[in-house]
């Protein structure tokens, strides 16, 4: 009985919009994290090869943490999927005059902007976690001394200077974030709205809240890039 009703409810309609608000939350709160994480580029190699260092170190949590994450990928995207091709199944023929004024381009192009943010997501794995892009700026190391002792480490700091050093990628990464913003920015309070928390009181700031968190977290990813390129980071 619980499986089928739960079968039921993702199946609907309702359902799918649960799922993606859902899986959507846990993305935004890994996004936060990745921010947080990559921000201690700007207090220097030491910190930022530290805490990679550390994550290096934690492969449970980091496996259990990419497990979680693809799981919600895979039921974020096919849901948002699911739900476009429903509306599209619903009402085959446009509008005959465009009845979306007061909707955003953002929550218009959710499906779009957020197809975008998944190759870019691919292109990240690639670049930085897999090292496929660019093999000689991964396989970079610090040498550090312990207990008397030299030891080696990835030099992530270095990876990064490297990468970003590149105008070509420097931008790609500034343009993807800023799609990343321009999807969060609808993102964040149509999840609050899809979860219940719909009060017309609150709706104004809710929407004001998420623009501005989506506006802080595209700047945070995109300072870096920019930063390189200046020479504020090397």
Same mark, same amino acid.
């Given at each position: 009985?619980?499986?089928?009703?739960?079968?039921?409810?993702?199946?609907?309609?309702?359902?799918?919009?649960?799922?993606?608000?859902?899986?959507?939350?846990?993305?935004?709160?890994?996004?936060?994290? #990745?921010?947080?994480?990559?921000?201690?580029?700007?207090?220097?190699?030491?910190?930022?090869?530290?805490?990679?260092?550390?994550?290096?170190?934690?492969?449970?949590?980091?496996?259990?943490?990419?497990?979680?994450?693809?799981?919600?990928?895979?039921?974020?995207?096919?849901?948002?999927?699911?739900?476009?091709?429903?509306?599209?199944?619903?009402?085959?023929?446009?509008?005959?005059?465009?009845?979306?004024?007061?909707?955003?381009?953002?929550?218009?192009?959710?499906?779009?902007?957020?197809?975008?943010?998944?190759?870019?997501?691919?292109? #990240?794995?690639?670049?930085?976690?897999?090292?496929?892009?660019?093999?000689?700026?991964?396989?970079? @190391?610090?040498?550090?001394?312990?207990?008397?002792?030299?030891?080696?480490? #990835?030099?992530?700091?270095?990876?990064?200077?490297?990468?970003?050093? #590149?105008?070509?990628?420097?931008?790609?990464?500034? @343009?993807?974030?800023?799609?990343?913003?321009?999807?969060?920015?609808?993102?964040?309070?149509?999840?609050?709205?899809?979860?219940?928390?719909?009060?017309?009181?609150?709706?104004?700031?809710?929407?004001?809240?998420?623009?501005?968190?989506?506006? @802080?977290?595209?700047?945070?990813?995109?300072?870096?890039?920019?930063? @390189?390129?200046?020479?504020?980071?090397?």
């Amino acid at each position: 009985m619980g499986t089928r009703w739960l079968a039921n409810f993702l199946g609907s309609s309702i359902g799918s919009k649960v799922t993606v608000a859902v899986s959507g939350l846990v993305l935004f709160g890994f996004v936060l994290g #990745h921010l947080a994480g990559n921000l201690l580029v700007f207090r220097g190699k030491g910190a930022l090869n530290d805490y990679a260092e550390f994550l290096a170190h934690q492969p449970g949590l980091v496996w259990t943490v990419r497990a979680v994450l693809l799981v919600a990928l895979l039921a974020h995207v096919s849901m948002a999927i699911r739900l476009q091709l429903r509306n599209r199944a619903a009402r085959p023929q446009p509008y005959a005059r465009n009845a979306t004024v007061q909707a955003s381009l953002a929550s218009r192009q959710m499906l779009l902007s957020g197809l975008l943010v998944l190759a870019y997501i691919v292109y #990240h794995l690639l670049h930085f976690t897999v090292g496929a892009t660019d093999h000689a700026a991964f396989e970079q @190391v610090e040498q550090v001394v312990r207990n008397g002792a030299t030891v080696q480490r #990835h030099d992530v700091y270095r990876m990064v200077v490297t990468g970003f050093g #590149h105008v070509p990628v420097a931008a790609a990464y500034v @343009v993807a974030n800023a799609l990343l913003a321009w999807h969060l920015s609808h993102g964040v309070s149509s999840l609050f709205q899809t979860l219940g928390i719909d009060d017309p009181r609150y709706l104004s700031w809710i929407r004001r809240g998420g623009i501005g968190l989506a506006a @802080v977290i595209g700047a945070g990813f995109i300072s870096i890039p920019l930063c @390189v390129q200046l020479g504020l980071i090397a």
